[in-house]
């Protein structure tokens, strides 16, 4: 599958509503993933893995906008990440706190941020 069939449907996806008992992405599929969202790296924090990618801009005002045109969709989608807002920079964290880990809705949410900053 070509990057942007893969990623086109997960923007047309939604975020499905989660519970604890809701399946974790597999090793295989996150890896699969991640090389149609390229931009998007793995990381652990304290025990909990996540994807995050830094966007950069040309100066407060505009991280600003992008900053909350995410917190909108993070409501529209009732999945929230972890954003950091700096001059020219957002740094925008997703994972699933229901889980403790990473789910089709951080995929969906990453593809998303993605179509924001395009
Ligand atoms: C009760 C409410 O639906 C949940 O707490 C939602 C809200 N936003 C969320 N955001 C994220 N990233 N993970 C969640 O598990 C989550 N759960």
Redesign the pocket.
Known sequence: MDDSTFTSHLVRSSCK??RSDAKPLTVEALKEALTHLPNWQRMTVNGTEQIKRVFTFKNFAQAMTFTQQVAELAEQE????AILTEWGKVTVS?????IGGLHQNDLICAAKTDQIAD
């Open positions: 509503a989660c009732n999945h929230h990440p997703w994972w699933t706190h229901e």
